[in-house]
């Protein structure tokens, strides 16, 4: 049984949280993204946020 956090338990935060929490980023693009995620996240759910994270890559690569 793989352990985890408490919060991860929808299909999207259980991704979220084996292949990119905790990972080390480099590139900027990635880490502005992660900046944005957390930004929105202030009070909401991490579900939530991460439904929501197509919109932002979206309006991102809207120039």
Not at 23 to 47: M, T, Y
């Amino acid at each position: 049984m793989t352990t985890r956090c408490g919060w991860a338990r929808g299909d999207l935060s259980i991704f979220y949280h084996g292949a990119e929490r905790g990972i080390p980023v480099r590139d900027d693009r990635k880490l502005f993204e992660f900046l944005i995620l957390e930004g929105a996240q202030a009070g909401l759910s991490w579900d939530t946020i991460l439904r929501k994270r197509e919109d932002y890559r979206a309006r991102q690569n809207a120039d």
